[in-house]
Antibody, heavy 121, light 106 residues
Framework: QLQLQESGPGLVTPSETLSLTCTVS??????????WGWIRQPPGKGLEWIGS???????YDNPSLKSRVSISVDTSKNQFSLKMTSVTAADTAVYYC?????????????WGQGTTVTVSS | DIQMTQSPSSLSASIGDRVTITCRAS??????LNWFQQKPGKAPKLLIY???ILQSGVPSRFSGSGSVTDFTLTISGLHPEDFATYYC?????????FGQGTNLEI
């Protein structure tokens, strides 16, 4: 059964870059059926779409994050990554990596457990 | 971006009740509408995709309907484990935006 696991620093200094990696196990990131995405949830708030990527490297970002976000894929490691520059306290959130299933109208059918990132000095 | 508006934002109900949550898109999304359930401290769980298709393993008391811009999630006969927060999401056009959530409480 496919599993996703986020990894990365839990504490990031304001104005610095947040970097997270999602490792895919139990399946191949290079499958043509899936896209891979990042979603976040600030404390006590709702879900926010960050962006997604295909194994070929095509990305679909959220314009509201004003080009601070880049998503990349490493098929050799079965991983995809998120980088977010110039972070502020507003970027404090639980960050989820996710699998989007083309056969399910691009619904997220697998989620990582989430990793908490706090932006603070 | 497509805006998703859920109502109500919170809902009180009892075991055995039938409840309905609505979701409206700011523009047409065909039937690219998904529903998720989230419990505290956990990742969301996919309940319904394509507006009305039940994800494998999800109880049949959950159902979804709608198309274009207006959608509903219905839970027929609430069980104790159904008390959670529910989100709609459109996957028609990136960014795949979510509704603000509906907190279903006892």
């Amino acid at each position: 059964q496919l599993q996703l696991q986020e990894s990365g620093p839990g504490l990031v200094t304001p104005s610095e870059t947040l970097s997270l990696t999602c490792t895919v196990s139990g399946g191949s990131i290079s499958s043509s059926t899936y896209y891979w995405g990042w979603i976040r949830q600030p404390p006590g708030k709702g879900l926010e779409w960050i962006g997604s990527i295909y194994y070929s490297g095509s990305t679909y970002d959220n314009p509201s994050l004003k080009s601070r976000v880049s998503i990349s894929v490493d098929t050799s490691k079965n991983q995809f990554s998120l980088k977010m520059t110039s972070v502020t306290a507003a970027d404090t959130a639980v960050y989820y990596c996710a699998r989007l299933n083309k056969n399910y109208y691009y619904a997220v059918d697998v989620w990582g457990q989430g990793t908490t990132v706090t932006v603070s000095s | 971006d497509i805006q998703m508006t859920q109502s109500p934002s919170s809902l009180s109900a009892s075991i055995g009740d039938r409840v309905t949550i609505t979701c409206r898109a700011s523009q047409t999304i065909s039937d690219y509408l998904n529903w998720f359930q989230q419990k505290p401290g956990k990742a969301p769980k996919l309940l319904i995709y394509a507006a009305s298709i039940l994800q494998s393993g999800v109880p049949s008391r959950f159902s979804g309907s709608g198309s274009v811009t207006d959608f509903t999630l219905t839970i027929s006969g609430l069980h104790p484990e159904d008390f959670a927060t529910y989100y709609c999401q459109q996957s028609y056009s990136s960014p795949y935006t979510f509704g603000q959530g509906t907190n279903l409480e006892i």
